[in-house]
C-alpha cells in the first residue's frame, strides 16, 4: 500500500507532524517533504498550520477520511492473510494495564475459550494515552480497556464499563480491630495507623492521589514495602500482611479479600473500552466483549 496513506491518517491523528513522525518512526524534515510531495500531486492544501498544531483543510477532511479506510482495509487484510497462514487461527489484541488484566481477563478468557477456541488473546501494555494512541495507530491492538483519560471520541467509540474508586484491601481474615470499627464499609487514612500497610504503585492518575493523601494528613504508616506491583501487594495482602490502597477493578473476584471505602477520597474513575471507530468489530471481539460485560454485571451484584 502506497504509505502516503499511514502518514497522512498519523498526522490527522497527532494534529502534529513531529509527534507523526515520532510515531511513524520517520525523521519530521522526511516526513514533511512526503506532505508537500501529495499536496503539490493533488494540487490542493491538505492541513492549514495553526500556531498550537494542525488540522485538516475542507479537502483534506476529505483525504483524511479516505486515508483511514485504506489503512484499515490492509490491517483487516494482513490478520486475514495471518490467519490463513496460521491454519486460521485468530487473534485478539487488547490494550490494558497488567494490573487490570490479572484481576479482569481470567474468567472471561476462560469463557470466551470455550466459544473461540481458534482465537488467540493477546495482551499489550498500555498506561498513558500517548501509548493508546500508538497502539492503534500502528494497529497492534484491536481496543483497550482503559481508564482514566478519555481520548478523543473523533477517533474513537468509547464505552464505559464501570466506575473505578480507591479502596482500601485486607484479607477477610485479617484480625485488626480498625477494620472491625469500620462505618458502613467506609475507613480514614489515619485509622490504618498500626496495621502493616504495602503501598503498591497504581497508576498516573491514582498514585499522586495517594501521595498526596497520605502527606497531606501526616498519617504515619507502618509501610513494609512500598513501589511493588500491584499483584505482589495483594499477594501480601492476601496472605494476611495488612492492608494495602489500590483501584476497585484490581479486586474484582477476589472473594477472599475485604475493601473499604477511602472516607478521605471522593477522587473516582470509569474503566472504557474503547476501539477506532474506523476499523469493522469482529465477532470475536463483540463475544469477548459481551462476556466481559456480564461478568463485571454479575461482580458488582455480589
Known amino acids: 500500500m502506497n504509505d502516503d496513506f499511514k502518514y497522512i491518517a498519523a498526522i490527522a491523528e497527532h494534529r502534529s507532524i513531529s509527534k507523526a513522525a515520532h510515531a511513524m518512526h520517520i525523521s519530521q524534515p522526511a516526513l514533511s517533504q512526503r506532505l508537500k510531495r501529495l499536496e503539490t500531486k493533488l494540487g490542493i492544501e491538505l492541513f492549514e ?9 475542507a479537502a483534506g477532511e476529505i483525504v483524511v477520511r479516505y486515508a483511514r479506510r485504506a489503512v484499515a482495509a490492509e490491517n483487516s487484510m494482513r490478520r486475514e492473510v495471518y490467519s490463513m497462514l496460521n491454519h486460521q487461527r485468530r487473534r485478539l489484541r487488547i490494550g490494558i494495564s497488567m494490573a487490570r488484566a490479572n484481576a479482569l481477563l481470567a474468567q472471561p478468557i476462560i469463557e470466551f475459550y470455550e466459544s473461540f477456541h481458534n482465537c488467540t488473546v493477546e495482551l499489550r501494555q498500555v498506561a498513558t494515552l500517548e501509548q493508546l494512541h500508538e497502539l492503534f495507530l500502528r494497529s497492534e491492538i484491536d481496543f483497550a480497556l482503559f481508564t482514566p483519560i478519555a481520548p478523543d471520541p473523533e477517533f474513537y467509540d468509547l ?14 481474615n485479617l484480625d485488626a480491630p480498625q477494620l472491625q470499627q469500620s462505618s458502613h464499609g467506609s475507613i480514614s487514612i489515619r485509622q490504618l495507623e498500626g496495621i502493616p500497610f504495602v503501598l503498591p504503585t497504581c497508576g498516573i492518575y491514582f498514585d499522586p492521589i495517594i501521595s498526596h493523601l497520605i502527606d497531606g494528613t501526616r498519617t504515619q504508616l507502618d509501610i513494609v514495602m512500598r513501589d511493588c506491583e500491584a499483584e505482589l501487594a495483594l499477594s501480601l495482602v492476601e496472605d494476611g500482611l495488612g492492608v494495602c490502597i489500590v483501584p476497585s477493578t484490581y479486586i474484582v473476584g477476589r472473594s477472599s479479600l475485604q ?9 473516582g474513575n470509569v474503566l472504557r473500552y474503547i476501539r477506532r471507530h474506523d476499523v469493522p468489530c469482529p465477532i470475536e471481539e463483540e463475544r469477548f466483549m459481551n462476556i466481559v460485560r456480564s461478568w463485571l454485571d454479575d461482580q458488582s451484584r455480589i
Open 49 to 57: 498550520r495553526t500556531t498550537a498544531s494542525i488540522r485538516p483543510t
Open 259 to 267: 475493601a473499604f471505602e477511602l472516607s478521605d477520597v471522593d477522587a
Open 159 to 172: 464505552e464505559v464499563l464501570c466506575r473505578e474508586r480507591l479502596v482500601v484491601v485486607a484479607s477477610a
